[in-house]
């Protein structure tokens, strides 16, 4: 079994780089690093050097990347998945520097969904400057979609150490990898992609305050603000460019007690299970998965 050590970074791909760069700083309120490669914007949030980055060219996602524990770790990674006959590339040097990491290798999950193991993932020591007070504290977890999330939990179950915290009938099933009651999720689509990208923030007047500045300048609320009862995190869900969904949330579970902890189930149309404090709710907009042009090669 291969063990995550935690979530590492979305990769995602943007026609307008400049808009796309100018929403995550302005509105999200991300961190842009100086730049080292032409096409390419990192975004901070916490002590990763990035957990955004933004790749110029087709728009859509092109990769969502976990870390392991070392080098160690990630060849034996990479063996377990070839045993399993999952293809699975290695990252070149100059790949692997885009990334901030000293190496990696990519592969699909059975849906489509590009994957990146990664090792050794850069952290910077000093505070993040946000370019506005959002409240953020960290990167706190990502959403996949796939048609079958029972086959997708067997998929992390199995290969992975993720562990399900509840399920939401067969439209989500919430993993964990940590205490943290979820830091991957999987809802039901027809198609692989990026359902949404969530950050943590410190307080819920930071939700709040949040909603009031995203309302005032015009973007899209998806959904919220709520509450989650699976998770108790109090959410928010907007839209950004090309059909990328950022989420603030704040006062998330953790299961200290994992063998204590038994799955609920969720019935989705039940009112109050997607949202305990009774608002409108709707399933979020996904970014699309990029297909490489050649199998077991990154799109970028």
Same mark, same amino acid.
């Given at each position: 079994?291969?063990?995550?050590?935690?979530?590492?970074?979305?990769?995602?791909?943007?026609?307008d780089l400049d808009a796309a760069v100018r929403f995550a700083t302005g509105i999200v309120g991300l961190e842009l690093?100086?730049?080292?490669?032409?096409?390419?914007?990192?975004?901070?949030?916490?002590?990763?050097?990035? $957990?955004?980055?933004?790749?110029?060219?087709?728009?859509?996602?092109?990769?969502?990347?976990?870390?392991?524990?070392?080098?160690?770790?990630?060849?034996?990674?990479?063996?377990?998945?070839?045993?399993?006959?999952?293809?699975?590339?290695?990252?070149?040097?100059?790949?692997?520097? @885009?990334?901030?990491?000293?190496?990696?290798?990519?592969?699909?999950?059975?849906?489509?969904?590009?994957?990146?193991?990664?090792?050794?993932?850069?952290?910077?020591?000093?505070?993040?400057?946000?370019?506005?007070?959002?409240?953020?504290?960290?990167?706190?977890?990502? $959403?996949?979609?796939?048609?079958?999330?029972?086959e997708a939990h067997r998929f992390w179950s199995t290969r992975f150490n993720?562990?399900?915290?509840?399920?939401?009938?067969?439209?989500? $099933?919430?993993?964990?990898?940590?205490?943290?009651?979820?830091?991957?999720?999987?809802?039901?689509?027809?198609?692989?992609?990026? $359902?949404?990208?969530?950050?943590?923030?410190?307080?819920?007047?930071?939700?709040?305050?949040?909603?009031?500045?995203?309302?005032?300048?015009?973007?899209?609320?998806?959904?919220?603000?709520?509450?989650?009862?699976?998770?108790?995190?109090?959410?928010?869900?907007?839209?950004?460019?090309?059909?990328?969904?950022?989420?603030?949330?704040?006062?998330?579970?953790?299961?200290?007690?994992?063998?204590?902890?038994?799955?609920?189930?969720?019935?989705?149309?039940?009112?109050? @299970?997607?949202?305990?404090?009774?608002?409108?709710?709707?399933?979020?907009?996904?970014?699309?998965?990029?297909?490489?042009?050649?199998?077991?090669?990154?799109?970028?």
């Amino acid at each position: 079994m291969i063990t995550l050590t935690d979530i590492a970074y979305v990769r995602s791909g943007v026609a307008d780089l400049d808009a796309a760069v100018r929403f995550a700083t302005g509105i999200v309120g991300l961190e842009l690093a100086a730049p080292t490669e032409i096409g390419v914007a990192h975004l901070r949030a916490d002590h990763r050097h990035h $957990c955004l980055a933004l790749v110029e060219g087709p728009s859509g996602v092109i990769a969502s990347g976990f870390s392991v524990a070392d080098a160690g770790a990630l060849a034996a990674a990479e063996t377990e998945l070839e045993r399993a006959g999952i293809t699975v590339r290695r990252g070149s040097a100059q790949e692997a520097r @885009s990334r901030r990491v000293r190496e990696f290798i990519a592969f699909d999950d059975p849906f489509g969904n590009r994957l990146e193991l990664v090792s050794q993932q850069e952290i910077i020591t000093r505070p993040v400057a946000f370019t506005r007070p959002a409240g953020i504290t960290e990167f706190g977890h990502l $959403c996949l979609d796939a048609p079958d999330v029972y086959e997708a939990h067997r998929f992390w179950s199995t290969r992975f150490n993720a562990r399900v915290s509840d399920w939401i009938g067969d439209a989500a $099933c919430l993993l964990r990898i940590d205490p943290v009651h979820h830091k991957l999720a999987v809802f039901k689509a027809d198609k692989p992609g990026l $359902c949404h990208m969530n950050f943590q923030v410190a307080s819920i007047d930071d939700v709040f305050r949040n909603w009031h500045f995203l309302v005032d300048h015009g973007v899209q609320i998806e959904m919220g603000p709520g509450r989650h009862p699976q998770s108790t995190a109090i959410f928010l869900y907007f839209l950004g460019p090309e059909g990328f969904t950022y989420e603030y949330s704040f006062g998330v579970r953790r299961i200290e007690d994992d063998a204590a902890w038994i799955p609920r189930t969720f019935d989705p149309e039940e009112i109050g @299970s997607i949202d305990m404090w009774l608002g409108p709710v709707k399933r979020v907009s996904s970014q699309a998965q990029l297909q490489p042009k050649k199998v077991g090669v990154p799109a970028s």
